[in-house]
Structure formats: C-alpha cells, structure tokens
C-alpha cells in the first residue's frame, strides 16, 4: 500500500494550496483519513481528519475556517483545501489513512508535502 501526496509548494502569504494524497494496492477497505503537519522541532500534529462516509470531520483550531477536508472514495484519495494560508502553515504535510489489505489492516503514512507559506 501507498499514500502519495501531491498538490505542496510555495504561497504567498493568504493564498490557496489544494493538497492530493492518492492510495494505491492491495486495499479492501478505507476508514477515517486524515492530514498531519510537523513544524520543524516539534511533534507531528492533527489538521484535520474525515470519516468513512465523509460526514464527520475535526479540524485543529489553528486552520479552522480556512482549511477543508474531503474524499474521494471512488479515486482513494483524500484532499486538504488550504485558503487564506499563513506563514505559520509552513511545514511538511502528511495524510494517513486507515486501510484495510488483503493481508493486513492499520494506519498508512504518505511521504509527505511540503508546503511553504511566504510573508
């Protein structure tokens, strides 16, 4: 199994990123997914996160209101919108997932995105 983000780069301050993270292989069956950041020197932290059906969602409440989560679960993809971004939103983004395999199930980290926010 592979999570592949896409969709990171470098913003001016109060524009938009849409990020990607695409899954792929031996999946059965997706549960809730995700999106993490880890600013340099600290821990990795939630953003926000979607159920199966994409009807509940949680945000962390530094990005509440201007980011938007939502899935695809057609395409196994789960997308992070990013407006009005702030200098402070630069760091690498994660999506995790967990997935269900013909072998095995658990929690799936992408490589992860960096997104870089310009003053």
Same mark, same amino acid.
């Given at each position: @199994?592979?999570?592949?983000?896409? &969709? $990171? +780069?470098?913003?001016?301050?109060?524009? !938009?990123?849409?990020?990607?993270?695409?899954?792929?292989?031996?999946?059965?069956?997706?549960?809730?997914?995700?999106?993490?950041?880890?600013?340099?020197?600290?821990?990795?932290?939630? @953003?926000?996160?979607?159920?199966? &059906? $994409? +009807?509940?969602?949680?945000?962390?409440? !530094?990005?509440?209101?201007?980011?938007?989560?939502s899935r695809d679960n057609a395409k196994?993809?789960?997308?992070?919108?990013?407006?009005s971004l702030k200098p402070e939103d630069?760091?690498?983004?994660?999506?995790?997932?967990?997935?269900?395999?013909?072998?095995?199930?658990?929690?799936?980290?992408?490589?992860?995105?960096?997104?870089?926010?310009?003053?």
């Amino acid at each position: @199994v592979q999570l592949v983000e896409s &969709g $990171g +780069g470098l913003v001016q301050a109060g524009g !938009s990123l849409r990020l990607s993270c695409a899954a792929s292989g031996s999946i059965i069956s997706f549960n809730d997914m995700g999106w993490y950041r880890q600013p340099p020197g600290k821990q990795r932290e939630l @953003v926000a996160t979607i159920t199966l &059906g $994409g +009807g509940s969602t949680n945000y962390a409440d !530094s990005v509440k209101g201007r980011f938007t989560i939502s899935r695809d679960n057609a395409k196994n993809t789960v997308y992070l919108q990013m407006n009005s971004l702030k200098p402070e939103d630069t760091t690498v983004y994660y999506c995790n997932a967990f997935i269900t395999t013909t072998r095995t199930r658990g929690y799936y980290w992408g490589q992860g995105t960096q997104v870089t926010v310009s003053s």
